[in-house]
């Protein structure tokens, strides 16, 4: 069971906007913990998706935009497109664990 | 950003160790921190550990506690994972992954390996 919680799958269709939750508690995101996220298609390396709750690598579209309240994080995605199917994890730190902490992973399908 | 390349596939018997390396390149590898991630088949991302490049200090997860070891050498700019009294759980996709923020637990992974297949089998 992860630490962190995401929902197993989000769906939505073409041009529509999704989020996916990641809850975690006092330990990790609640604790002022800074949480990334990462997008992976199937058979290949995660790719950093957001940095330090909000922040976008260069090469980025901001059609992806993420943020982060109390013990919960969220990532947005709008004008959905195929190319966005994947699944998505976030990242932080857990000063119970000591160590860095991965959600379960979500799998975004576009209808 | 930095580019890292692994080695290859391995496979090996319960109960022995797997050496897995990390080569990088680009400008910022001495000011980095490189760590380690695996994924067994369809199954999420579990941390490992990860090493300071430049002090070569070490963390790991406590689950890995007694069975994990990570080293660089500067001069071949490689850093390597053994992982030792390997089980079937054990079998996963290896990646390293690479990151400028301090502490090392903090950053986010810029850079990926390609990913190495680590199948422990009898």
């Known amino acids: 069971q992860s630490v962190l919680t995401q929902p197993p799958s989000v769906s939505g269709a073409p041009g529509q906007r999704i989020t996916i939750s990641c809850t975690g508690s006092t330990s990790n995101i609640g604790a002022y913990y800074d949480v990334h996220w990462y997008q992976q298609v199937p058979g290949t390396a995660p790719k950093l998706l957001i940095y330090k709750n909000t922040n976008r690598p260069s090469g980025v579209p901001d059609r992806f935009s993420g943020s982060k309240s109390g013990t919960s994080a969220s990532l947005a995605i709008t004008g959905l497109q195929a190319e966005d199917e994947a699944e998505y994890y976030c990242q932080s730190f857990d000063n119970r664990l000591s160590g860095v902490v991965f959600g379960g992973g979500t799998k975004l399908t576009v209808l | 950003q930095m580019q890292l390349v692994q080695s290859g596939p391995e496979v090996k018997k319960p109960g022995t160790s797997v050496k897995v390396s990390c080569k990088a390149s680009?400008?910022?590898?001495?000011?980095?921190?490189v760590q380690w991630v695996r994924q067994a088949r369809g199954q999420r991302l579990e941390w490992i550990g990860g090493i300071v490049v430049r002090s070569a200090d070490t963390n790991h997860a406590q689950k890995f506690q007694d069975r994990v070891t990570i080293t660089r050498d500067m001069s071949t700019r490689t850093v390597s994972l053994e992982l030792s009294s390997l089980s079937s759980e054990d079998t996963a996709v290896y990646y390293c992954?690479?990151?400028?923020?301090?502490?090392?637990?903090?950053?986010?992974?810029?850079?990926w390996g390609q990913g190495t297949l680590v199948t422990v089998s009898s």
């Open positions: 992954v690479s990151g400028t923020v301090f502490p090392l637990g903090l950053s986010p992974f810029d850079s």
């Open positions: 680009g400008l910022t590898f001495i000011s980095s921190g």
